[in-house]
């Protein structure tokens, strides 16, 4: 048995010897599992449009509704005061997001993959220009670059004006990257199931948005750059109808229901926590507008006396005084039974068709473009009832209110109603065109004008002070009331 044994033993060390160490390495791999992302871009692209939407419609629900006074709140109701902080759960999710967007974006140009390189740069963008609008100078041409090629820790913020040249020189990009008549198939696409036209149409459309918002500081700009995307519809298409929109539809079960439905874990206690504004009631109601019934519910006490009514919450009233304002909660109207007990009914919208058709109508209005305003206006009023599966009155578009009067402030304050529930895009759009005027700061608000910007979060003045301190001393000081380059004087 000994013998046996050693001979075993001078046998394996024979072929240790003859086939060297490396021929018996081993790897302990998964058959199943990616081993180089470079070959699946689409794993990157499902999460690039996945955990920014889902949380951008969140924050929408949460912080955007209650800014663009869509909705109040009558109990916790700081926020509402204008206590709004840093928000640094958005700022963290943007970040992360874009850049998995960039690695995305890098990861294509290596291989040559236009189609994944004009997505990438359009989510990119998409990303950065909420970011910006939300906080003003941010890390920008810096920020995306802590790798080990790249190892920039502390990235510059760049001044907002500098940003924006950038979103749009992005997005310009895209387009040409998506021109291309013979574009590679994408995989992974939660958005648009891959169709490439309406990726390019949606990148247009964002640009629209990008200079529409430079109308303040950048007017020359801004109508340039409109005009150029009227005038050549089949260089830069855009957004035609509500088939195109930038709408991610969420499952009927989590993790990828909609976030604040029941099925996702959202308590119906924080649900009826908010309330239909008495900012958006007084415009809906004053046009006799049919979207009320499909946005919010009757008041419990309403339906129960077999009378429904609508009612709203004013924003910014204190604790206390706001839990019995008009006889409690029993006396407002709650948002739609959808919003938290259908999975699946509310999208997260990125951009819409109806927004297309205001920025055209404003373009007109201003003088920017040779078109009809009117007729932009009311498709778009028309693609929003459309939307939301509204059935659009017969005299709507004639009524006191809504018949085009050739007023800014008419187009502005129905591209507001559009905007509901759009990330925070009433709330920038109110900043820009300061309509509707109905939007006020509340009686017990903590400013007597209306916040611009989040703060800073805390970790950036711990880890990137010098270049926080330098966005600081160039924007304004690192408060809720420092006004966001776009805004103007």
């Known amino acids: 048995m000994k013998t046996y044994i050693k001979t075993l033993l001078l046998t394996f060390s024979a072929l240790l010897v003859a086939t060297g160490c490396n021929e ?19 794993l990157l692209l499902t999460g690039v449009i996945r955990e920014p939407a889902t949380r951008m419609v969140g ?14 709140r009558f109990v916790f109701t700081s926020f509402d005061l204008f206590d709004w902080g840093a928000q640094s759960g958005h700022w963290n999710q943007l970040y992360l997001s874009a850049r998995d967007a960039q690695e995305l974006y890098t990861i294509a140009s290596a291989s040559g993959n236009k189609s994944y390189q004009g997505v990438a740069l359009i989510m990119k ?54 021109s291309d008549p013979a574009l590679s198939a994408i995989k992974g696409d939660i958005l648009f199931e891959g169709d490439l036209n309406r990726w390019r149409s949606f ?16 007017p020359s700009l801004a109508a340039q750059g409109i005009s150029e995307i009227y005038g050549n519809p089949n260089g830069f298409p855009v957004m035609i109808d509500n088939s195109d929109n930038a709408a991610l539809t ?16 959202y308590r119906i206690g ?24 499909n946005w919010f519910a009757p008041t419990a006490n309403s339906v129960t006396a077999g009378d429904p009514v609508y009612d709203g919450m004013r924003n910014g009233i204190v604790d206390g005084p706001a839990y019995i304002y008009k006889g409690g909660d029993a006396f407002l109207s709650k948002f739609a039974d959808k919003f938290h007990f259908e999975p699946n009914a509310i999208q997260s919208v990125l951009m819409q068709y109806a927004e297309v058709e205001f920025i055209w109508a404003e373009a007109a209005q201003r003088g920017w473009i040779s078109a009809d305003a009117q007729s932009h206006y009311e498709a778009g009023i028309i693609a929003s009832f459309a939307y939301w599966n509204t059935e659009l ?3 709507y578009l004639s009524r006191a209110g809504v018949a085009y009067d050739g007023s800014l402030k008419q187009i502005a304050t129905q ?46 003045q711990a880890l990137n002070a010098d270049n926080r301190q330098a966005a600081i001393d160039r924007q304004g000081p690192d408060a809720i009331s420092t006004r966001v380059w776009w805004e103007g004087n």
């Open 24 to 42: 018996f390495a081993v790897e302990n791999l998964n058959p199943d599992a990616t081993l180089n992302i470079s070959n699946n871009p689409e």
């Open 59 to 72: 924050a929408g629900w949460s912080e955007g509704n209650l800014m663009a006074q869509y909705g109040a």
């Open 125 to 178: 963008s998409w990303m950065f220009q909420i970011l910006t609008d939300l906080w003003g100078d941010v890390p920008y041409s810096e920020a995306l670059k802590g790798r080990a090629d790249e190892p920039v820790f502390k990235p510059v913020y760049d001044a907002q004006a500098d940003i924006y040249a950038g979103l749009i020189a992005d997005l310009r990009m895209a387009n040409e990257l998506l």
């Open 203 to 218: 990148g247009n459309s964002l640009l629209l948005r990008v200079y529409l918002r430079l109308s303040e500081v950048e």
């Open 250 to 265: 969420f499952l009927s079960q989590a993790p990828n229901a909609y976030p604040i439905a029941a099925v996702s874990g």
């Open 270 to 293: 924080s649900f009826n926590e908010y309330r239909m504004s008495e900012t958006v009631q007084t415009v809906l109601q004053n046009l006799d507008d049919p979207r009320i019934s």
């Open 393 to 395: 009155p017969s005299d």
């Open 415 to 460: 591209k507001w109603l559009a905007l509901f529930n759009t990330d925070f895009q009433g709330f920038c759009e109110y900043k820009r065109t300061g309509f509707p005027s109905e939007i006020q700061p509340g009686p017990d608000a903590f400013l007597d004008v209306y916040p611009s910007r989040f703060l800073y979060p805390s970790a950036e």
